[in-house]
């Protein structure tokens, strides 16, 4: 059964950093990119940031980037999501993902539903 763990999150000050993780089992992961959502309270799921399977290109969502970097380590079958500067707009619960790569094009790491699997989420709390 092909589960993606997430991990990490936590209450963090405004201007502070966490590390996410996320961990994934049942299958091989070969070719898949590897994706970060969110989704606050009242709002739609967005999109955060994006991997591909060698980890030579990442994309993110305008508002986290030059702050969030994501990469992935494929032998461990993990992804990771360094935040920092956060803000109290990055609190959300995090959601990692799974898609499998046919070259379709980056925009559609971008749409939630293109992905494969989720993870359950981890709650973010940036306080002010």
């Known amino acids: 059964q092909v589960q993606l763990v997430e991990s990490g999150g936590g209450l963090v000050q405004a201007g502070g950093s966490l590390r996410l993780s996320c961990a994934a089992s049942g299958r091989t992961f070969v070719g898949y990119v590897m994706g970060w959502f969110r989704q606050a309270p009242g709002k739609k799921r967005e999109f955060v940031a994006a991997?591909?399977?060698?980890?030579?290109?990442?994309y993110y969502a305008d508002s986290v980037k030059g702050r969030f970097t994501a990469s992935r380590d494929n032998a461990k079958n993990t992804m990771s999501l360094q935040m920092n500067s956060l803000k109290p707009d990055d609190a959300a619960v995090y959601y990692c993902a799974a898609g499998f790569d046919r070259n379709l094009g980056p925009t559609t790491y971008l749409m939630s539903g293109w992905y494969n699997y989720w993870g359950q989420g981890t709650q973010v709390t940036v306080s002010s």
């Open positions: 991997i591909s399977y060698s980890g030579s290109s990442t």
